[in-house]
T-cell receptor
């Protein structure tokens, strides 16, 4: 029974490039959440999505960041024109329904050089 | 002031010790309280989940919530070297609307259990 799958696990981008992080939720889970963990900081909520819908994006930076969860395929967190401050671990979590028990993936570590 | 405060440690204890990890919070709307364990370069793993005040026990782990003091604790009995990890407390407001899965985390406490 596979858990939440994230890829790539590690990604290096130069300043100004785009980063795409993918997340496949656990089987049977249709709710996806993205969190960011900056160095020396705790996990911060970014966005909550259901299939084809953004439910809550109150934690997303206003510019350069976007997220989607299409009807088919994984959820994507997209960061355009990356800057050094975007270097962080990005975690995806999922749940089978609207609830607070969410299960995290192993994370994607983004390094901007 | 952060919504959730957690002593980052690090905390070092001998094998077999009882470990106490704590968080305080300021948002009285928090109703759901969780503890996650995170190994280095891995994702957080849910350990305990509690609704409102009270105690919950699962094996060597006991979670306590005192809403009147806005204080939560995780106790680990008979600690093992494999318990060495970062422990994160997390909280959420009353479920409803967009609140689901929107957790507020503490900074995490680094725990080392040495043989």
């Amino acid at each position: 029974n596979a858990g939440v799958m994230q890829n790539p696990r590690h990604l290096v981008r130069r300043r100004g490039q785009e980063a795409r992080l993918r997340c496949s939720p656990m089987k049977g889970h249709s709710h996806v959440y993205w969190y960011r963990q900056l160095p020396e900081e705790g996990l911060k909520f970014m966005v909550y999505l259901q299939k084809e819908n953004i439910i809550d994006e109150s934690g997303m930076p206003k510019e350069r960041f976007s997220a989607e969860f299409p009807k088919e395929g994984p959820s994507i967190l997209r960061i355009q024109q990356v800057v050094r401050g975007d270097s962080a671990a990005y975690f995806c979590a999922s749940s089978p329904r609207q609830e607070n028990t969410i299960y995290f993936g192993e994370g994607s570590w983004l390094t901007v050089v | 002031q952060k919504e959730v405060e957690q002593d980052p440690g690090p905390l070092s204890v001998p094998e077999g010790a009882i470990v106490s990890l704590n968080c305080t919070y300021s948002n009285s709307a928090f109703q759901y309280f969780m503890w996650y364990r995170q190994y280095s370069r891995k994702g957080p793993e849910l350990l305990m989940y509690t609704y409102s005040s009270g105690n919950k026990e699962d094996g060597r782990f006991t979670a306590q919530v005192d809403k009147s003091s806005k204080y939560i604790s995780l106790f680990i009995r008979d600690s093992q070297p494999s318990d060495s990890a970062t422990y994160l407390c997390a909280m959420s407001e009353e479920a409803g609307g967009t609140s689901y899965g929107k957790l507020t985390f503490g900074q995490g406490t680094i725990l080392t259990v040495h043989p």
